[in-house]
T-cell receptor
Framework: NAGVTQTPKFQVLKTGQSMTLQCAQD?????MYWYRQDPGMGLRLIYY???????DKGEVPNGYNVSRLNKREFSLRLESAAPSQTSVYFC??????????FGPGTRLTVL | GNSVTQMEGPVTLSEEAFLTINCTYT??????LFWYVQYPGEGLQLLLK?????DKGSNKGFEATYRKETTSFHLEKGSVQVSDSAVYFC?????????????FGRGTSLIVHP
């Protein structure tokens, strides 16, 4: 039982490059979330998926797209990376947010 | 809208000192309340939770009581250890349109010195 896994753990991009952050959970949760964490800003919700086949914008969706590939997997894509997207990205899953389980994070630097 | 306010850090304590991290919230209805801990280089881990007024959540010596009258959920520990050094997040989760979208505070860094 791995919980929530994220790949990659670290990534450096140049401005304008694209990449996809992968997230998978093995707890059979319906809901999955993508957050970014910046110093002094706490956690900000980018996108969430309440159930397989649905996605919705969170607080800071601009510059990102998501795909709920199946019940297990929820990916986050940066089409044209910008320095403002330098952050730590966390994926989480939950069933009715009775607590939530977080992945270990992806540390992204955009030069 | 919903919001969570935490005391600003860092909170710096000596080992075996008493810890309080204040958390207040604004929400409609009756949210569930949570404390998470984040150790350096890791994701958030659920520390404790409470789902209704006057409930006390507890784990690893930490406690917090859901106070509806003061809309608070302060985190306490009687005797902190160096290993408790981490960032602590308060959060709430209401039911919103069928989706459970949690709201997090900005986090409070705790530094415990030997």
């Amino acid at each position: 039982n791995a919980g929530v896994t994220q790949t990659p753990k670290f990534q450096v991009l140049k401005t304008g490059q694209s990449m996809t952050l992968q997230c998978a959970q093995d707890m059979n949760h319906n809901s999955m979330y993508w957050y970014r964490q910046d110093p002094g800003m706490g956690l900000r919700l980018i996108y969430y998926s309440a159930s397989e086949g649905t996605t919705d914008k969170g607080e800071v969706p601009n510059g990102y797209n998501v795909s709920r590939l199946n019940k297990r997997e929820f990916s986050l894509r940066l089409e044209s990376a910008a320095p403002s997207q330098t952050s730590v990205y966390f994926c989480a899953s939950s069933e009715n947010w009775r607590g939530g389980f977080f992945g270990p994070g992806t540390r992204l630097t955009v030069l | 809208g919903n919001s969570v306010t935490q005391m600003e850090g860092p909170v710096t304590l000596s080992e075996e000192a008493f810890l309080t991290i204040n958390c207040t919230y604004t929400a409609t209805g009756y949210p569930s309340l949570f404390w998470y801990v984040q150790y350096p280089g890791e994701g958030l881990q659920l520390l404790l939770k409470a789902t209704k007024a006057d409930d006390k959540g507890s784990n690893k010596g930490f406690e917090a009581t859901y106070r509806k009258e003061t809309t608070s959920f302060h985190l306490e520990k009687g005797s902190v250890q160096v290993s408790d050094s981490a960032v602590y997040f308060c959060a709430l989760s209401p039911l919103s349109g069928g989706s459970y979208i949690p709201t997090f505070g900005r986090g409070t860094s705790l530094i415990v010195h030997p």
